[in-house]
């Protein structure tokens, strides 16, 4: 079956640290998109990627960094500049330049400070 | 800038009965396209519906059914015969033609049995 999928389910980051969080999907879909979610603040985006080797910022950039090497591979890092990483974090799909398509997610990483 | 507003942080609805989400956005655009989504305790995202601007007709899936109002820019949610499934977080989300999606801040649901 095809799908996103994101790894690990939980992730902890000491101080200082730089941790990556994996998002891979085997849908063909060229944009990808990573979301911030926080309890009452519904979806906050922080990157997304149109097509292989190319990303845009979101709302809440700073303090994460994305690459798209592969079709099929959107992995996030949060870096030590971001100091309140705590939330849980969407991966996401869709076909690009087609409005009627909603987005796939992945079934997110819960990420939380030692 | 568009943006989707929820204004219902939390709603309850009896077993069996019918419930309505509301969602409004802001856009001047004419074509575009919205969505539900529901996110259950376990987190995963998953699409509800979908509805076309340029349909006039509402859609519906299943016991869910949305009031698309695009003059008063208003797309809500209708879920009929509640279960206890239902229970979840609702998000109402926009897209228009580029791949950038907007999503509103949720609305909680409870289904009292």
């Known amino acids: 079956d095809g799908g996103i999928t994101q790894s690990p389910k939980y992730l902890f980051r000491k101080e200082g640290q730089n941790v990556t969080l994996s998002c891979e999907q085997n849908?063909?879909?060229?944009?990808m998109y990573w979301y911030r979610q926080d309890p009452g603040q519904g979806l906050r985006l922080i990157y997304y990627?149109?097509?292989?080797?190319?990303?845009q910022k979101g709302d809440i950039a700073e303090g994460y960094s994305v690459s798209r090497e592969k079709k099929e591979s959107f992995p996030l890092t949060v870096t030590s500049a971001q100091k309140n990483p705590t939330a849980f974090y969407l991966c996401?799909?869709?076909?690009?330049?087609?409005?009627?398509?909603?987005?796939?997610f992945g079934d997110g990483t819960r990420l939380s400070i030692l | 800038a568009q943006t989707v507003t929820q204004s219902q942080p939390e709603m309850s609805v009896q077993e069996a009965e019918t419930v309505t989400l509301s969602c409004t956005y802001d856009?001047?655009?004419?074509?575009?396209?919205l969505f539900w989504y529901k996110q259950p305790p376990s987190r995963q995202m998953i699409l509800v519906i979908r509805?076309?601007?340029?349909?006039?007709q509402n859609a519906t899936e299943n016991r869910f059914s949305v009031n698309f109002q695009k003059a008063a820019k208003s797309f809500s949610l209708k879920i009929s015969d509640s279960q206890l499934g239902d229970a979840a977080m609702y998000f109402c989300?926009?897209?228009?033609?580029?791949?950038?999606?907007?999503f509103g801040t949720g609305t909680s649901l409870t289904v009292i049995p």
């Open positions: 509805q076309e601007a340029y349909k006039q």
């Open positions: 849908l063909n879909h060229d944009a």
């Open positions: 856009t001047s655009e004419s074509d575009y396209y």
């Open positions: 990627s149109q097509i292989v080797n190319d990303f």
């Open positions: 996401a799909s869709s076909i690009a330049h087609a409005s009627n398509q909603p987005q796939h």
């Open positions: 989300a926009y897209r228009r033609g580029g791949n950038q999606f907007y």
